[in-house]
């Protein structure tokens, strides 16, 4: 099988990062990591990934007097790797239209709420603050704007009485930890195709059944 050779971007700790990694270790799995690259040198991802055999680059942005610089440099770097498609897993730059326009519909990014909901930080925090009874994690597509673009898949987490944004955050990233990989697996697959600002689902997906929160039986 030939599998879509995909570059992850960090700037943390990559937990996302690793769920990804080990996804793809699978042997069905139709995509491979060929790189890591981090723009913060000390993010913890980068000794995971190296663990994990996977090759990394440090692309330091305060290195760079322009962000055209920087990211030449990463368009580079991800070419160099021969990457296909790129994964952003808590990469915390702000890309320029020049870099998102290079690889449209070949970025995926994953965000921790139920978007259009909550762009943008402190998702766990603005979800407790309005009040919502369902949140949850995205991947899309990376358009200019921030947290936008065509959805490829989301999980929905119910809030729970007592919740803080730790424990809300820590069960969404439990999601997100699954989400990742599947999102990748319809996209590297071909299952999951975009088309200008739509998403084409093939084949046609069974409807799960809605999640009510507070739950209907008490
Ligand atoms: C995740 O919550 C992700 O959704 C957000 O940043 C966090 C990164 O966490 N974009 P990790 O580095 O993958 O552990």
């Known amino acids: 099988m030939k599998k879509m050779r995909v570059g992850i971007l960090i700037s943390g700790r990559g937990s996302n990062m690793v769920s990804l990694i080990n996804a793809a270790r699978a042997s069905d799995y ?28 440090v692309i330091d942005h305060k290195l760079y007097a322009t962000r055209m610089a920087f990211e030449a440099k990463l368009h580079q770097s991800l070419r160099d790797a021969g990457v296909e498609l790129i994964c952003s897993a808590g990469f915390m730059r702000m890309l320029t239209g020049g870099f998102v326009d290079r690889w449209k519909n070949r970025q995926l ?10 762009p943008g930080l402190d998702t766990h ?25 065509p959805i490829v898949a989301q999980a929905a987490v119910a809030v729970q009485p007592g919740d803080t944004p730790e424990l809300l955050g820590a069960r969404v990233l439990e999601a997100e930890h699954k989400l990742y990989p599947h999102a990748l697996r319809l996209v590297a ?30």
Do not use: W, Y
Request: glycine residues 8%; aromatic residues 4%; proline residues 12%.
């Open 30 to 57: 139709p995509a491979e990591i060929v790189t890591v690259i981090s723009n913060r040198p000390n993010a913890g991802g980068l000794k995971l990934a190296q663990d994990a055999g996977i090759a990394t680059v």
């Open 189 to 218: 697959s071909g299952a999951v195709r975009v088309n200008e600002e739509d998403i084409r689902f093939a084949p046609p997906t069974d409807t799960p059944s809605p999640l009510f929160s507070p739950p209907l039986k008490p």
């Open 125 to 149: 925090e603005r979800a407790l603050r309005e009040g919502v009874r369902i949140h949850g994690c995205t991947v899309h597509f990376v358009r200019l704007e921030m947290d936008t673009g």
């Open 109 to 118: 990014n994953i965000h921790p709420s139920l978007l259009p909901a909550f």
